[in-house]
């Protein structure tokens, strides 16, 4: 797969989260909100990067924090979701961005969510790539999770796993995998 045209903006979500069920998924909302704008040569432009304060379960959870490693302090004084929302349609906007991906569809699907429920205009171009599966299908090998193929890459895993702007970075990194001539041995 040739790269896109155009800027692109990887993403990689973190979500409020609970391993007990203390909720339902269904009301998992992003509270962290990053993106890294790649021109069509796949070099960073620009970055962005914001946590978000949830509203259905303000409170993050044992699991979440410790997961994510966000404090609750860094939600609690964060801006809304409308407000991020709003924040990134303007950068995405300053750098004529024409597509978005992330690994896999989680993303999408929970940005979908948290735009519904908040009854907000999705910040982010259509179309979305699935990363994942476009590495996959590059490579020619089962769809791996950041972390594993990153390792197949023989690349160093940068920053902290499951923090959103430091996987971002990763899945920047992988690209040259996604779309150029990289091979994985």
């Not at 991906?101 to 907000?120: A, E, M, P």
């Not at 982010?124 to 599966?133: C, E, R, S, V």
């Not at 999770?145 to 390792?151: D, I, N, Q």
């Amino acid at each position: 797969m040739h790269a896109p045209t155009g800027n692109g903006l990887i993403v990689d979500f973190e979500a409020t989260c609970s391993n007990i069920n203390e909720f339902p998924r269904e009301q998992n909302e992003i509270i962290e909100f990053p993106g890294i704008v790649v021109g069509p040569d796949l070099n960073v432009v620009a970055e962005f990067s914001s946590f978000v304060r949830p509203i259905r379960n303000p409170v993050l959870t044992d699991f979440c924090r410790e997961l994510t490693t966000i404090r609750q302090a860094e939600v609690d004084t964060a801006p809304t979701f409308p407000e991020v929302a709003a924040a990134v349609a303007e950068f995405v906007a300053q750098y004529d961005v024409q597509w978005w991906g992330s690994w896999g569809d989680y993303d999408r699907n929970q940005l979908t969510k948290d735009v519904q429920f908040h009854r907000v205009p999705n910040p982010l171009p259509q179309p979305h790539i699935n990363l994942k599966q476009a590495f996959s299908d590059a490579q020619g090998v089962r769809r791996l999770g950041l972390g594993g193929a990153v390792r197949r890459a023989e690349l160093t895993f940068q920053g902290t796993a499951h923090r959103g702007i430091d996987d971002s970075c990763n899945i920047v990194a992988l690209l040259p995998w996604v779309f150029g001539d990289r091979r994985i041995r």
